[in-house]
């Protein structure tokens, strides 16, 4: 059935919610400096065996350029994943933990005990799970990195939680050989995410049912 365009905007409106969730997550743990997240491994081992034959890429201009070749050759294996809600993924994920970045960076930091950022990460990463699954749940796009896991749990009648370790792993393997830094929550975050946001996609789905439901009556 056709979406109306309220519909189609209250779930623009819940996948931004999903997003700022999900962002506070990466952010949280993030600042706790105990390794960066699986895809980000992967993005910056690509800068940095890129960055000295191509000048002009930044950090930021690899994600980028990384999210759109994914986007690109998931829309060569099935457009219908494909979304505007992906795009907005894409454009303000970074901002994002930018500003939750300013906000929480004094009170999160390396001089923190080693007990207090491991939890702090273990935090982030239900956070970021469950933020994760009401932007997945909204079904109006996802991050492109959750896109690969969403797309081979269901070609693959897969399991999400089980699936996303896998592309998690394969992105840190990748990362970690091209020069990306892997630490401790790098490994823990890969185990994770993947079987937290399968306990979560349930619930979110019921969530944003419900909200879909009222709002658009």
Same mark, same amino acid.
Do not use: W
């Given at each position: 059935?056709?979406?109306?365009?309220?519909?189609?905007?209250?779930?623009?409106?819940?996948?931004?919610a999903g997003l700022? $969730?999900?962002?506070? &997550?990466?952010?949280?743990f993030l600042l706790?400096?105990? &390794?960066?997240?699986?895809?980000?491994?992967?993005?910056?081992?690509?800068?940095?065996?890129?960055?000295?034959?191509?000048?002009?890429?930044?950090?930021?201009?690899?994600?980028?350029?990384?999210?759109?070749?994914?986007?690109?050759?998931?829309?060569?294996?099935?457009?219908?994943?494909?979304?505007?809600?992906?795009?907005?993924?894409?454009?303000?994920?970074?901002?994002?933990?930018?500003?939750?970045?300013?906000?929480?960076? &004094?009170?999160?930091?390396?001089?923190?005990?080693?007990?207090?950022?491991?939890?702090?990460?273990?935090?982030?990463?239900?956070?970021?799970?469950?933020?994760?699954?009401?932007? $997945?749940?909204?079904?109006?796009?996802?991050?492109?990195?959750?896109?690969?896991?969403?797309?081979?749990?269901?070609?693959?009648?897969?399991?999400?939680?089980?699936?996303?370790?896998?592309?998690?792993?394969?992105?840190? $393997? $990748?990362?970690?050989?091209? &020069?990306?830094?892997?630490?401790?929550?790098?490994?823990?975050?890969?185990?994770?995410?993947?079987?937290?946001?399968?306990?979560?996609?349930?619930?979110?789905?019921?969530?944003?049912?419900?909200?879909?439901?009222?709002?658009?009556?």
């Amino acid at each position: 059935m056709k979406r109306t365009v309220k519909e189609t905007i209250l779930r623009l409106i819940l996948l931004l919610a999903g997003l700022v $969730i999900a962002h506070l &997550g990466v952010t949280l743990f993030l600042l706790t400096n105990l &390794g960066a997240d699986p895809f980000n491994v992967f993005v910056q081992g690509l800068f940095r065996t890129l960055r000295g034959s191509v000048n002009i890429l930044t950090h930021g201009y690899t994600h980028i350029t990384v999210c759109i070749i994914i986007i690109l050759v998931l829309l060569i294996v099935d457009k219908s994943y494909i979304k505007i809600g992906t795009v907005v993924c894409m454009a303000f994920g970074g901002p994002i933990i930018d500003f939750f970045t300013r906000l929480f960076e &004094g009170t999160i930091h390396a001089g923190n005990p080693f007990v207090m950022r491991l939890a702090t990460l273990a935090a982030g990463c239900v956070i970021l799970a469950f933020g994760m699954t009401i932007v $997945i749940k909204s079904d109006a796009g996802t991050g492109p990195n959750d896109l690969v896991a969403i797309v081979l749990s269901d070609k693959l009648s897969k399991p999400f939680g089980p699936t996303r370790i896998a592309v998690d792993f394969c992105f840190v $393997i $990748i990362g970690f050989f091209l &020069g990306g830094a892997v630490g401790i929550g790098t490994i823990i975050s890969a185990f994770l995410v993947g079987p937290v946001a399968d306990f979560f996609l349930p619930h979110s789905e019921k969530i944003v049912g419900y909200f879909v439901e009222k709002l658009n009556a």
